[in-house]
Every structure is written in C-alpha cells, then in structure tokens.
C-alpha cells in the first residue's frame, strides 16, 4: 500500500481499540493505548497507538494527535527501561508499505535492545500470550502513576 489510501475502520489496531480483538494491554488514557507486540523484535517489543485518530501514518496526522502518542511513547519506554533494563531502546515508526508498514493505523514500536542479543524478524512468529502477559505486568509495574 502506498503512502496515499482510504483508512480501514476493520484494520487489527481499530479492533483492539473497540474490544473486538485481543491485546496484551500496557496502559491507556483517553487518547491513547499501549500495548505488547504479539510478533515482537525483541522481548518487551510495544506498540502506542491513537485511539480515535483515522491517520494511516505520520504524515496524516494532526499535530495534537502525535503530541498524544510520542507523550505515551516516552512514558511507556521510560517503564519499559525500568521493568527490563535494555542496554538501548528502539522508537520506531513506519509510513507506507515500502518502508515496512504493515497495519496501516498510526502506531510507534518501542522495541528493547541488548548489546548481545540480535535484532528479531517481526512476523517472524507469534509470542506465546503468558509471557506477553508477564512482561505486560512487569513493565505497567513501573509505569508512572
């Protein structure tokens, strides 16, 4: 899909944010939602999404939109550091199917790394749900109140 297109109210982060599909849920506010890769890079991988904007990606969104999910994004990476202590932490974000995009709603990757530890191919295989589970408690304990 390129750059330009219509945004698809059945697109898998839409049904997240209506309860019509599953999530390993971090934390939500009333703009935002953030919450576990189920085919993460690395353990830990998050996804922060907007919960009612209709941007396909960046370049779509309003300015109040992405103010919303960088401010969840650093508060969720933040935890994250703390829960698991990565020797770095990757913020990522993708617009347009030849750029790696794949689930065409706004969304940023705060993906953990270790020096030691290569990078994991996303889709490459899905994350068993208890340890997602696990990982969730471990990081949304260490989020800010």
Same mark, same amino acid.
């Given at each position: 899909?390129?750059?330009?297109?219509?945004?698809?109210?059945?697109?898998?982060?839409?049904?997240?944010?209506?309860?019509? !599909?599953?999530?390993?849920?971090?934390?939500?506010?009333?703009?935002?939602?953030?919450?576990?890769?189920?085919?993460?890079?690395?353990?830990?991988?998050?996804?922060?999404?907007?919960?009612?904007? %209709?941007?396909?990606?960046?370049? @779509? /969104? @309003?300015? @109040? %939109?992405?103010?919303?999910?960088?401010?969840?994004?650093?508060?969720?990476?933040?935890?994250?550091?703390? !829960?698991?202590?990565?020797?770095?932490?990757?913020?990522?974000?993708?617009?347009? /199917?030849?750029?790696?995009?794949?689930?065409? #709603?706004? #969304?940023?990757?705060?993906?953990?790394?270790? /020096?030691?530890?290569?990078?994991?191919? #996303?889709? /490459?295989?899905? !994350?068993?749900?208890?340890?997602?589970?696990?990982?969730?408690?471990?990081?949304?304990?260490?989020?800010?109140?």
């Amino acid at each position: 899909m390129s750059l330009d297109g219509v945004y698809d109210s059945q697109n898998i982060f839409a049904k997240i944010v209506r309860g019509e !599909a599953p999530a390993v849920r971090l934390c939500e506010d009333a703009d935002t939602l953030a919450f576990m890769d189920v085919f993460p890079q690395s353990r830990g991988h998050a996804l922060v999404i907007h919960r009612r904007s %209709t941007a396909r990606n960046l370049l @779509e /969104a @309003e300015p @109040e %939109t992405l103010t919303s999910v960088m401010s969840m994004t650093q508060r969720v990476a933040r935890a994250v550091r703390l !829960a698991l202590n990565p020797d770095g932490i990757m913020i990522s974000q993708f617009n347009g /199917a030849p750029a790696g995009q794949t689930v065409f #709603h706004l #969304h940023v990757h705060i993906i953990p790394r270790w /020096a030691d530890q290569p990078l994991g191919r #996303h889709g /490459a295989g899905m !994350a068993d749900i208890e340890d997602l589970k696990a990982l969730a408690a471990q990081i949304s304990a260490r989020l800010p109140a």
